[in-house]
C-alpha cells in the first residue's frame, strides 16, 4: 500500500471542553469518531499486513502465560512501515494528546499494536507508566480497528485512580491483578468499562490510571493500535527496576539519566 494514497490525517479534531475536563478529573476519556470509518479502514489493513509480518509469537494461547494470553503485541511498527508511520506520526492524534494534557507540544514514546485473539484472555489490572523511564506528563491513545465491545475485551478504567501517582513496581501479570483488584475495592474508585467502541473511536487515559480488559469471549480479533505520547522536555530517570531499564535501552537509545527524553525515536510529532 503506497503511503500518499492514505487519508491525511492531519486536519483537527473539535475537542470540546467537556473531554478535556473527563480526562484530568477521570484519567481517561472516549473521543468517538476520531477517524472516520473511510479514514480508519485502510489503516487498519496496514496495521493487520504489518502485525502479520512482524509479530513472532507462535505458541498457542494455552502454552502462554498471563501476560502472553492478554494480547499479541508488535511495537514500533511505525519503524518499519512507512504506512504504518502515516497513521502513528499522525498531526490529529499528536495535537489531541497535547490538548488533553495540557501542554504545548508531544513526543512519541512508541507505537503498539495489541490484537486479542478470539479466546484470548483477559488483561490485568496495571498502570502503563511503572514501565516507563519518564516522570512527566503522559497518555496513551487506544484505538479499535474493528467494532468492539464488551465480550471482545474493551478496556475499564478505575475512574481517578491517576492521583495516586506510582503505586507499586508491579508489570502486567496475576500478581498485579490481585493487588489493585484489592486496592480499587478498598478505595472505592469507580471502574468505568469503554463498553461498545466503533472502529476509529479512541480512549486517551493517562499514564498511572488503573486499567485492565476482559478476556475476548467473541469468535474474532480484537485488533486495536496505541500510541503513547509525553510532553516535549521531559528528562530520563534513573531506572527503578528492571522493566524500566529495559524501557531506557529500547526507546531511549544512546541516553543516560538526566538527558532529555529525546533520541531519533522520539520526535515531536505536535507543537503549538
Not at 494461547?61 to 502472553?68: I, K, N
Not at 512527566?136 to 491517576?162: E, R
Not at 469503554?194 to 485492565?212: I, N, Q, R
Not at 510532553?231 to 541516553?255: C, Q, S
Request: aromatic share 10%; hydrophobic share 40%.
Amino acid at each position: 500500500m503506497e503511503p500518499s494514497t492514505l487519508p491525511d490525517l492531519s486536519g483537527d479534531y473539535v475537542l470540546v471542553a467537556d473531554a478535556v475536563a473527563a480526562y484530568r478529573r477521570e484519567g481517561h476519556v472516549t473521543l468517538r469518531g476520531l477517524c472516520a470509518p473511510g479514514e480508519i479502514a485502510p489503516y487498519a489493513e496496514a496495521i493487520r499486513s504489518a502485525v502479520r509480518r512482524l509479530n513472532s509469537e507462535s505458541r498457542p494461547l494455552a502454552e502462554r502465560d498471563t501476560y502472553g494470553k492478554a494480547f499479541l503485541q508488535t511495537m514500533n511498527l511505525w519503524r518499519d512501515d512507512a504506512a504504518v508511520a502515516r497513521f502513528t506520526l499522525a498531526r490529529r492524534f499528536a495535537k489531541v494528546a497535547a490538548e488533553l494534557m495540557g501542554v504545548p507540544a508531544v513526543r512519541l514514546y512508541h507505537d503498539q499494536a495489541l490484537f486479542k485473539e478470539a479466546g484470548g484472555g483477559h488483561t490485568p489490572w496495571h498502570q502503563d507508566q511503572f514501565y516507563w523511564p519518564l516522570e512527566c506528563k503522559a497518555v496513551t491513545m487506544w484505538m479499535p480497528l474493528v467494532d468492539a465491545d464488551t465480550a471482545m475485551g474493551t478496556m475499564s478504567f478505575a475512574s481517578g485512580s491517576q492521583v495516586e501517582g506510582y503505586m507499586k513496581a508491579l508489570k502486567i501479570s496475576d500478581e498485579s491483578e490481585q493487588f489493585f483488584a484489592d486496592f480499587i475495592h478498598a478505595k472505592g474508585y469507580q471502574v468505568q468499562p469503554s463498553g461498545l467502541l466503533k472502529a476509529g473511536d479512541a480512549t486517551f487515559h493517562d499514564g498511572w490510571v488503573l486499567h485492565a480488559a476482559g478476556p475476548n469471549t467473541s469468535d474474532r480479533a480484537r485488533e486495536a493500535m496505541t500510541i503513547i505520547y509525553f510532553e516535549d522536555g521531559a528528562k530520563v530517570i534513573t531506572p527503578d527496576h528492571p522493566n524500566r531499564e529495559n524501557d531506557l535501552k529500547t526507546w531511549f537509545p544512546g541516553l543516560a539519566p538526566g538527558d532529555f527524553a529525546a533520541s531519533d525515536l522520539n520526535p515531536v510529532v505536535y507543537s503549538r
